[in-house]
């Protein structure tokens, strides 16, 4: 996914036709890399094995593809694969798309040296949160690295996700992570050319 994730909860854990959110662009859905993680692939941050995790669309994972890495795009929604593999296809990149849950990623049976997450974190429930860690725990490397931009508490409003605090970010990653910085970013989207305000978060796997 490019932005807000394509899981849609509804309760005890189970993720309902997340493809619906694809039915037409979505305005997380901007064509291209969002800025924030396009910084980190300038600066080199973005290396080894790559992850994306709600890939959606795959722009993040085809970033990481043209960067000549070996690269994974994860997501529920299977529309959205299909479009990831024909832009893969069209710009003749070298890239993995697999239907798989984000809660189960030790069921890959792989890991990863960096993993990516835009608008994935934000939509978890608490519990789902822990579960999540734990699911990325489980796929990363020691000294791995875990980016995620999502919705901050900082963005006005009450429409779209929920919004995410410093202090819950941090409780959600006290088992095996670092946070190695967190701070104020943006995530485009289609429909606002301000986008939405973000917390932009670097961690390591102890």
Excluded at 41 to 53: S, T
Excluded at 83 to 106: G, S
Excluded at 161 to 180: H, M, S, Y
């Amino acid at each position: 996914m490019t932005g807000i994730s394509p899981y849609l909860h509804s309760g005890a854990g189970h993720w309902s036709k997340p493809e619906e959110l694809y039915a037409s662009p979505p305005p997380w859905d901007i064509g291209r890399p969002q800025r924030a993680f396009l910084a980190l692939a300038d600066e080199g941050a973005v290396r080894g094995r790559v992850l994306d995790v709600g890939c959606g669309t795959g722009e993040h994972t085809l970033m990481a593809a043209g960067l000549g890495l070996d690269s994974t795009g994860v997501d529920l929604a299977g529309n959205a694969l299909d479009t990831a593999r024909e832009k893969a296809r069209d710009r003749e990149l070298r890239a993995r798309f697999r239907l798989h849950d984000a809660l189960k990623l030790a069921d890959l049976g792989e890991s990863f040296d960096t993993v990516l997450d835009c608008g994935l974190f934000h939509i978890f429930s608490d519990d789902d949160r822990a579960a999540f860690a734990g699911s990325l725990r489980s796929a990363v490397r020691p000294g791995g690295r875990y980016f995620m931009l999502c919705f901050s508490d900082r963005q006005p409003g009450s429409q779209g996700p929920r919004r995410v605090t410093r202090g819950e970010i941090g409780a959600a990653f006290t088992d095996g992570w670092r946070i190695d910085s967190l701070k104020p970013a943006t995530i485009d989207i289609t429909t606002d050319p301000d986008g939405i305000r973000a917390w932009l978060v670097a961690l390591t796997r102890t």
